[in-house]
């Protein structure tokens, strides 16, 4: 079974996290806060499950670790994000998901051009893909609805100020990465280099390689991708706003009718 984009499977893909939210969000409403809390825990152990056994899989391909078996990918740390967030109820880690690897993952469903590669997706990578992908996506859209997200102005400068220093960090962990796991490449938080045929390629056009002190970068490029990334940041706060104003207007509206109210 092979993937192609915009085929009917790829459109069911599209439709998955939001079949998976209005699935679930129905059949769990009547639990209360600590029963869900340990359902999006399971949820993210399952996600963290797929992880491993895709790990497992290009372990075994390339026989030795390389940086594609370090979960430090936005996508792929987004489900420890997300276990902790449900275990100690942390409003940063809720805010993280939501407008950081929520966004990255719902990028990599619509433009899951990787998925072609695969000769197969019934592989540990290609559930892992699949699967992984719409769970992210699902279970911070579900935890939204049960009301476990929660971002105001302040949180949302916790949670841009830790995505500045991750990504940082992400520069110089690609560059020793590289060093030690010859011949692989680190790409985490794509600080090395774009994604290719998405526009950050024309912004790493932009400007040039640089080495300094043994450490590769392109200045004008990392600028402009930060700068990207705290504006979806931003603008999934926006979308945040948004959803609680069209929540609430419906809650109102419901008590509106009920003559008990």
Not at 21 to 41: A, K, S
Not at 207 to 224: A, D, P, R, S
């Amino acid at each position: 079974m092979t993937f192609q984009m915009w085929s009917p499977f790829h459109f069911l893909f599209m439709a998955s996290p939001f079949l998976f939210v209005t699935l679930f969000y129905f059949l769990f409403r009547r639990f209360n806060n600590q029963t869900l809390r340990l359902i999006g825990m399971g949820f993210s152990l399952i996600g963290i499950a797929l992880l491993v056994g895709r790990n497992i899989e290009i372990y075994h391909k390339v026989n030795q670790v390389s940086p594609e078996e370090i979960p430090l990918q936005i996508c792929h740390f987004a489900n420890f994000i997300l276990l902790f967030a449900f275990l100690y109820e942390s409003e940063l880690l809720f805010s993280i998901a939501f407008c950081f690897n929520l966004p990255a993952a719902l990028v990599s469903i619509i433009f899951a051009n990787g998925l072609s590669n695969y000769q197969s997706l019934l592989t540990w990578q290609g559930m892992a893909y699949l699967w992984g992908h719409m769970l992210i996506v699902g279970i911070v859209l579900w935890a939204y609805f049960n009301h476990m997200v929660v971002i105001n102005l302040k949180i949302l400068r916790k949670t841009m100020s830790l995505i500045i220093l991750m990504y940082i960090l992400s520069i110089f962990i690609n560059n020793l990465f590289m060093k030690w796991m010859e011949p692989f490449t680190s790409n985490y938080f794509y600080t090395m280099a774009p994604e290719k045929g998405t526009p950050l390629a024309y912004f790493y056009n932009l400007g040039k390689e640089t080495t300094t002190f043994g450490l590769h970068y392109n200045l004008m490029y990392l600028l402009i991708l930060l700068l990207v990334g705290l504006f979806v940041v931003f603008l999934f706060y926006l979308v945040y706003l948004f959803l609680n104003l069209f929540k609430n207007s419906a809650v109102k509206k419901l008590n509106e009718q009920n003559p008990m109210n």
